[in-house]
């Protein structure tokens, strides 16, 4: 053969170019998309990497999810599944499948998530953990700040970057602890319960950066959310970016769209505080400055009342001569005062003497005395005359002196004085009384005639 002879057909591609271009070319159109279908061909070899197909009723596509995404899902699908997935569209190069390499699956419809979180958001909502009411105030400047996040991740970075532009005085104490994964929710609440019992912090930051849903589900878990409500530290949540929402968000005590804006809610900035120091000093310079003045205006008017002291000891020393003086006759004038008054006083006592009063006393004593034996002795005889002439009329009108001149009084045995002659029975002894005693009689006969 001719060897100058050049082969006019177009130049053939190996098949990894082909398919390395396919790649590249699938790659860059389709970004990332979601799609649903059956799950079929569940496989799960001993490199923890998942392997399925997703179908419908006319086509199917491989897929493939490698262990560092699966490892955030909280159910493992099953065969005939009706699943949702979110991926990047792929060729795998050494077969030439067309595939999707799997970041996120969940079932069909709401998403098991997204249901989990709205069932939780309920439950937490009905017992009042979300409630106003028990809401903490955060402190307007605190003296302490501390952080329950990755030590690793940008939130940190964020949070100590704001505070030392704001206010680097403050000090933060990070509280690490993992924030993606099922082993993020235990170790969120024991972070929690470290920064309570450590007792330094009086506000709380918890969050992370921004990821997808599964990233932050440990902050939609109910032991982190209860955890946060029982902390008795204020808190505030700073989890993902401002779009995200989750559980702890609404038990926090105060929701920051990012960890800086917590930073920037929960610090004061050091230049408001700078700018009101320099006012405050101006302030104080101008009041001292016045003050000064006003005592330097009165600094120069005393010193114009001053007087010389040597001048002012003279006149006290004047003054306290004068006083003497003056001192030295009220005290002559008040013991003249109280002579006089002492004299007077012993004359009406001579006059009043208890001496003299007895014996006028004892004479008018003396004369009462004899007045009254006079006086007993005119009434004893008034009184002997008065009996005199009563016991005379008692004795003309007594029966004993009718009873001289012969009468008798008679009485019956039961002491009944007789007046009628009938009133007596022959043989009924009688007593007559006559005026030297008593006889004793026996009646015989009875006249009962009138005289």
């Not at 591609?13 to 279908?37: C, K, P, T, Y």
């Not at 079932?107 to 953990?129: D, H, I, S, V, W």
């Not at 006759?329 to 013991?335: G, H, N, P, T, Y």
């Not at 006086?375 to 008065?386: D, F, G, L, S, V």
Request: net charge positive; charged share 30%; glycine share 6%.
């Amino acid at each position: 053969m001719d060897s100058g002879f050049q082969d006019s057909r177009p130049r053939a591609l190996s098949v990894s170019e082909l398919n390395h271009q396919a790649r590249h070319l699938l790659e860059a159109s389709f970004m990332q998309v979601w799609v649903e279908g059956e799950l079929s061909g569940f496989s799960r070899p001993s490199s923890g990497h998942w392997y399925f197909s997703l179908k419908d009723r006319k086509c199917q596509i491989r897929c493939a999810m490698f262990r560092g995404f699966n490892q955030r899902v909280r159910e493992i699908p099953k065969e005939g599944d009706q699943v949702r997935i979110r991926g990047k569209v792929t060729l795998y190069e050494n077969r030439g499948d067309f595939q999707i390499i799997v970041e996120h699956i969940e079932p069909a419809g709401l998403g098991a998530l997204q249901q989990a979180f709205e069932e939780l958001k309920r439950k937490l909502q009905q017992e009042g953990l979300f409630d106003t009411a028990r809401k903490k105030p955060l402190p307007t400047t605190p003296r302490h700040i501390g952080v329950v996040t990755s030590p690793t991740g940008a939130a940190i970075h964020d949070i100590l970057t704001v505070l030392a532009r704001r206010c680097p005085a403050i000090p933060v104490t990070l509280y690490p602890t993992a924030v993606q994964g099922k082993p993020a929710t235990a170790d969120i609440v024991r972070a929690i319960d470290r920064a309570v019992r450590h007792g330094v912090a009086d506000v709380l930051i918890i969050g992370r950066g921004g990821g997808s849903l599964e990233d932050l589900w440990c902050f939609n878990e109910e032991a982190v959310a209860r955890a946060i409500a029982e902390c008795p530290l204020p808190t505030v949540s700073a989890v993902g970016h401002e779009v995200d929402v989750t559980i702890a968000d609404f038990v926090a005590d105060l929701r920051a769209p990012t960890p800086s804006a917590a930073a920037e809610k929960i610090s004061p900035d050091q230049n408001d505080w700078l700018r009101q120091l320099r006012e405050r000093e101006l302030r104080l310079a101008s009041a001292a400055s016045r003050a000064l003045k006003r005592m330097q205006t009165r600094l120069e008017h005393l010193s114009v009342r001053l007087r010389d002291p040597r001048r002012e000891l003279m006149d006290k020393a004047q003054r306290l001569d004068e006083l003497d003086l003056r001192l030295g006759k009220a005290v002559a004038r008040r013991l003249e005062r109280d002579r006089v008054r002492v004299e007077h006083l012993g004359q009406r006592l001579a006059m009043q003497s208890p001496a003299r009063q007895l014996s006028d006393s004892q004479a008018n004593i003396t004369l009462l005395a004899d007045r009254l034996i006079r006086a007993m002795r005119e009434t004893i005889t008034r009184q002997r005359e008065r009996l005199e002439h009563i016991g005379q009329t008692l004795h003309v009108v007594s029966p004993l002196a009718t009873l001289g001149r012969g009468y008798a009084i008679v009485q019956q045995e039961n002491g009944d004085i007789v007046r009628r002659a009938e009133n007596l029975r022959p043989g009924e002894k009688i007593t007559a009384r006559v005026a030297s005693g008593e006889l004793e009689a026996k009646v015989i006969s009875i006249n009962s005639g009138s005289q």
